[in-house]
């Protein structure tokens, strides 16, 4: 479809609608008239400029509407829309409580995590809750062990973060953390909490790289969830795929 008859379709469905449908229509045309920078990696196996604009605007059009970082649901389905809109396949898994891959993008299978809290590091990377750790024995060597039964599910592993907090400015970017980086914990050092209260103990296993410098570490939280964490992943091993950067108005400000 042309530029011209997209805008024919656009003016013939506009007369059919009511008058607050326009004016919400209204407000989301001013958020994307809003100053906006989008940048991807030329590297990138995934993104492509269709992919970068459909998701870009996606995030533009949540914000119109919530002050909320974009959560891992609104993550995943809008790493679908972007992906088809790209001409790239894209589906979810057929069941809901599926513990491995969260979207198959042209036969291949990924993991999805968010980062929005508000102490964020823009060079650390931290995942709250990789994967719950069960009630079975609580052992570190066989917790790591299901990190890598969990991480035989899929084959690459993105985050997105919310990098500002602004009320006006959001900056989310896209980071692709290497399936290969995460498997060298095989080589990990353990360490127990031995004083801490919870119960079972919680531990780690850090990951330092020839100079002594942190890679990152597993952190075996034993709390009520029993999750595991990853924490203090340097970027600067990892991949960014792609950046938006915009300014936004809430639609109780149009």
Same mark, same amino acid.
């Given at each position: 479809? *042309? %530029?011209?008859?997209?805008?024919?379709?656009?003016?013939? !469905? $506009?007369? +059919?609608?009511?008058? &607050?449908?326009?004016?919400?229509?209204?407000?989301?045309?001013?958020?994307?008239?809003?100053?906006?920078?989008?940048?991807?990696?030329?590297?990138?196996?995934?993104?492509?400029?269709?992919?970068?604009?459909?998701?870009?605007?996606?995030?533009?059009?949540?914000?119109?509407?919530?002050?909320?970082?974009?959560?891992?649901?609104?993550?995943?389905?809008?790493?679908?829309?972007?992906?088809?809109?790209?001409?790239?396949?894209?589906?979810?898994?057929?069941?809901?409580?599926?513990?491995?891959?969260?979207?198959?993008?042209?036969?291949?299978?990924?993991?999805?995590?968010?980062?929005?809290?508000?102490?964020? *590091? %823009?060079?650390?990377?931290?995942?709250?809750?990789?994967? !719950? $750790?069960? +009630?079975?024995?609580? &052992?570190?060597?066989?917790?790591?062990?299901?990190?890598?039964?969990?991480?035989?599910?899929?084959?690459?592993?993105?985050?997105?973060?919310?990098?500002?907090?602004?009320?006006?400015?959001?900056?989310?970017?896209?980071?692709?953390?290497?399936?290969?980086?995460?498997?060298?914990?095989?080589?990990?050092?353990?360490?127990?909490?031995?004083?801490?209260?919870?119960?079972?103990?919680?531990?780690?296993?850090?990951?330092?790289?020839?100079?002594?410098?942190?890679?990152?570490?597993?952190?075996?939280?034993?709390?009520?969830?029993?999750?595991?964490?990853?924490?203090?992943?340097?970027?600067?091993?990892?991949?960014?795929?792609?950046?938006?950067?915009?300014?936004?108005?809430?639609?109780?400000?149009?």
């Amino acid at each position: 479809m *042309t %530029e011209r008859e997209k805008l024919a379709v656009l003016s013939r !469905e $506009l007369t +059919k609608l009511k008058d &607050s449908q326009i004016e919400w229509l209204i407000s989301i045309v001013a958020q994307f008239n809003l100053p906006q920078q989008f940048w991807k990696n030329v590297d990138s196996n995934l993104i492509n400029a269709a992919w970068l604009e459909h998701f870009g605007n996606i995030l533009m059009v949540h914000h119109a509407m919530s002050d909320a970082p974009f959560s891992k649901e609104k993550f995943e389905f809008g790493f679908i829309f972007a992906s088809r809109k790209a001409g790239i396949a894209a589906n979810k898994p057929v069941s809901r409580t599926n513990r491995g891959h969260d979207v198959t993008i042209d036969g291949i299978k990924m993991s999805l995590k968010t980062q929005a809290d508000k102490t964020i *590091t %823009e060079d650390l990377i931290h995942i709250s809750k990789f994967m !719950e $750790l069960g +009630k079975g024995e609580w &052992s570190l060597p066989k917790l790591r062990g299901l990190f890598f039964e969990h991480m035989q599910n899929y084959e690459q592993i993105f985050t997105l973060r919310a990098l500002s907090d602004a009320a006006k400015i959001k900056k989310y970017e896209l980071v692709e953390i290497p399936k290969s980086l995460l498997l060298e914990a095989d080589c990990g050092e353990f360490e127990v909490m031995e004083n801490s209260k919870q119960n079972p103990k919680p531990g780690y296993c850090r990951v330092f790289d020839k100079n002594g410098l942190i890679c990152f570490e597993l952190y075996f939280d034993g709390g009520t969830e029993r999750k595991l964490q990853i924490r203090k992943i340097r970027k600067e091993l990892c991949t960014v795929h792609a950046i938006w950067e915009f300014d936004t108005a809430s639609l109780f400000d149009v």
